[in-house]
């Protein structure tokens, strides 16, 4: 099989993000798709507000990737918007949240990082801790990465993390304020940080994975975060 292909989501970058753009752009961190690379993976980027069908923008690519940035619109799970929510992107949520349904039922691949995990756990039903702080957690980092932070997540014994990381515990980098509140049906749990904070949450059925922390950041230095990237395509390799 040739290299596979997999779709990364983009998100907005406003006017003024780039250098001498005077115009807004679309943006992936390049960490990601080093990562990927490193992985024998190639990426295209699917971008908010394509007049295109989930289904039609899953046909192209062989898996799915969904990365960190702003906050899911909080009345998406039922719940009003808190003082602390910032970063909304309703195009994005919706291109994200229809990506997870089809993946799920077209049995694509899918990865899911930091607000990535919140997705896959809002499209499914289930809803987020809005403000970490605001609920006794900690040391979890900002969601600019400029104050990130870095911890131990307990890896569960079973399940597609512990078969990509072999390993029982791994240190993390992590910069978000908001984590998995109620889980969603269909979802499990298989990683969790000191405080008690879900950090990894899988599908109960194909290969579906999400984690809160972010791999990419340290993934070209420390092996057991860069087996997440390799994993997902050595899935991706199968077909």
């Known amino acids: ?31 990601y798709i080093d990562a990927l690379r490193r992985a024998g993976a190639r990426s295209v980027l699917l971008l908010p507000g394509e007049a295109a069908t989930p289904s ?19 009345e998406r799970y039922g719940e009003v918007p808190g003082d602390e929510i910032y970063g909304l992107e309703p195009d994005r949520d919706a291109i994200e949240i229809g990506l997870i349904l089809e993946a799920d039922r077209t049995g694509t691949p899918t990865l899911a990082i930091c607000r990535g995990m919140q997705v896959m756990n809002v ?14 957690l900690s040391g979890h980092g900002a969601p600019s990465g400029e104050e990130g932070a870095r ?23 992590t910069h978000h304020h908001q984590g998995v509140d109620r889980l969603a049906p269909g979802l499990v749990a298989t990683a969790w940080s000191e405080d008690g904070l879900v950090e990894a949450i899988e599908r109960d059925s194909g290969w579906m ?13 420390d092996p057991s975060q860069q087996a997440l990237f390799d994993a997902f395509v050595r899935r991706l390799r199968k077909g």
């Open 123 to 136: 499209a499914f039903g289930g809803t987020l801790i809005q403000h970490l702080p605001s609920v006794g």
């Open 56 to 74: 039609e923008l899953l046909a192209r690519v062989d898996g799915l990737l969904l990365v960190g940035g702003g906050d899911v619109d909080p």
């Open 1 to 31: 099989m040739s290299d596979p292909w997999v779709g990364v989501v983009a998100y907005h970058l406003a006017p003024g993000r780039v250098s001498r753009w005077l115009v807004g752009g679309f943006g992936v961190p390049e960490n």
């Open 151 to 173: 911890h131990e997540v307990k890896v569960a014994p079973a399940g597609r993390l512990a078969e990509a990381v072999r390993v029982e515990r791994l240190t993390c980098s």
């Open 209 to 221: 994975l999400g984690v809160q922390w972010h791999p990419e950041d340290t993934a070209a230095d």
